[in-house]
């Protein structure tokens, strides 16, 4: 998948690569990127959509405030793509609609 995104890196002088998955797609990105900037740098724009309208939305404040950069991290759902770092072999997915939920049991609520 190339990276071929309006997203612009500033430049850091890191030389170290890894590879992620990136909706079952190999990328190449810098050791120490968020995993919102790997989508961002593959150019998958919009990398999530709403539960509740189904509309689009992209990371945004790339800090940890806004939650716009959800996504499913190693079979992970709703994790903050702008908070985690990018490992080697990391599987990326972009969420779409509303998250997977397992029922809870009474032997849940009482912990």
Same mark, same amino acid.
């Given at each position: 998948?190339? +990276?071929?995104?309006?997203?612009?890196?500033?430049?850091? @002088?890191?030389?170290?690569?890894?590879?992620? *998955?990136? %909706?079952? #797609?190999?990328?190449?990105?810098?050791?120490?990127?968020?995993?919102?900037?790997?989508?961002?740098?593959?150019?998958?724009?919009?990398?999530?959509?709403?539960?509740?309208? +189904?509309?689009?939305?992209?990371?945004?404040?790339?800090? @940890?405030?806004?939650?716009?950069?959800?996504? *499913?991290? %190693?079979? #992970?759902?709703?994790?903050?793509?702008?908070?985690?770092?990018?490992?080697?072999?990391?599987?990326?997915?972009?969420?779409?609609?509303?998250?997977?939920?397992?029922?809870?049991?009474?032997?849940?609520?009482?912990?």
């Amino acid at each position: 998948m190339p +990276n071929a995104s309006e997203f612009l890196r500033i430049e850091t @002088g890191a030389t170290e690569w890894v590879e992620v *998955e990136v %909706d079952g #797609q190999p990328i190449q990105v810098r050791a120490g990127d968020s995993a919102a900037a790997a989508v961002l740098a593959a150019g998958l724009i919009p990398s999530r959509s709403t539960p509740v309208n +189904n509309s689009p939305r992209a990371p945004y404040c790339m800090m @940890g405030v806004c939650f716009e950069c959800l996504l *499913e991290i %190693d079979d #992970q759902e709703n994790v903050q793509g702008c908070m985690t770092e990018v490992r080697p072999g990391m599987k990326i997915r972009r969420q779409q609609g509303a998250r997977h939920a397992e029922p809870v049991t009474h032997e849940d609520s009482q912990s």
